[in-house]
């Protein structure tokens, strides 16, 4: 495949995990995954990938970057960006997407909003079809629907994101340089509380009043492919 998204549909990608967060800096981002963002580097992807040693089974390589409004973070045969710890830490305050190719075959879609899940589903699996309302899976399944294809990758889950954020995370991008480190799994944003391990409020306090209303579809409107701007944060440069 050609395009902007040939990243996504390269055969000798075994897994990748991918997340995208609105309002937040790539230092930012990496911090919520639960780094030390100052110890990122600026790195290609080929150089990223002699962080990921066959002998270092355990942790991840996290590269971030930002494009438009939007800061994304990327991981080859990584699965942080999927686990509830960093998607709470990084959609607090605002909203962050997640898009899984699972080295497994089983694939990940995940919409989270200020701490919470408001949406999550394997693209394609009527098994997985969350409870109504459930707008992005109407989302999705309508591109890979348009498809006409039987298994038609991850691309058109891409495709209805990029759709809603504006913006598009193209092959060149994701291979020049990112901010860029290894996380290991000790040092990851540990997991939220359950709601029965949610401790109780004191007596006397009351609690606040939910959030009123459904999660907002998905913005209608064509999303370009943005120009990207790749930041240096004074940062060097890898050679």
Known sequence: MTGPWAWADDPRAVMWCVTFTRG?????????????ARTARLLTRQQAAQLAGMDRPDGSVLRAGQLGDWSF???????????????SALSRGTETFSVLRGGDGMNGFKCWRD??????????AASTKPRPPHPWWDAVQERLDATGEEYPGLVPVLEATAHHTGVVLD????D???LTLRLEDSDLTPDPPTRLQ???????VRLGPARPGPPLPPAIGQAGNAPTTRRTHGVRVEE
């Open 176 to 178: 020049g340089p990112l």
């Open 171 to 174: 092959t060149d991008t994701l």
């Open 198 to 204: 949610v401790p109780r409020p004191p007596a006397g």
């Open 115 to 124: 701490g919470q899940c408001a949406e999550w589903f394997e693209p394609g």
């Open 73 to 87: 973070c990327f991981e080859d045969y990584g699965v942080m960006g999927c686990m509830p710890g960093p998607l």
């Open 24 to 36: 937040v800096t790539p230092e930012e981002v990496l911090a919520r995954y639960g780094a030390d």
